[in-house]
């Protein structure tokens, strides 16, 4: 079974885009360090795009390939409701992450569609969130085997 980690607009240039606030560490090592926590029977698929259908196409996809989706929706937290929607379509566990500690931030990142959905959220841990969320994930899918 597969965990999707799926990843919104700019995030394809972590580790070059404001280091000072997202660090120096890129994808690949998002992809690293998720494939290094995930328990055994489990496939990771890290995916970026900078456009929301494809976000959401992936979303559906995931209905019928995904056990969980661990998401960082970026900036599109704030803006979209059409990505809610699309999660509330996907039955197992969703956990959004920010590498960011978004609440110590600007006040338009507070809110988040994603988290009306979302089974857990994480911010400001850095990278650590996306392993903590497949940590979580492959837990919750595990206890319902
Ligand atoms: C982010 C926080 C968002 O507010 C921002 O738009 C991002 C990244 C984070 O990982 O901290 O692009 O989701």
Sequence with gaps: KSIYVLNGPNLNLLGKRQPEIYGHETLE???RLCE????????????QS??????????????ENAC??????AAFTHTSVAILD???TFDGPVIEVH???VHKRESFRHHSYVSHRADGV???????GYAAGV???CQLVDAHR
């Design 36 to 47: 290094g926590v995930a328990t055994d029977g489990f496939e990771i698929r890290v995916l």
């Design 99 to 101: 590498i960011s500690q």
């Design 135 to 137: 940590r979580r994930i």
């Design 29 to 31: 090592d998002v992809e």
């Design 86 to 88: 699309a999660l509330n």
């Design 68 to 73: 969980g989706i661990v998401i960082n929706p």
């Design 122 to 128: 994480i911010a400001g841990l850095g990278l650590e």
């Design 50 to 63: 900078n456009h929301e259908g494809q976000i959401i196409d992936w979303i559906h996809e995931a209905r």
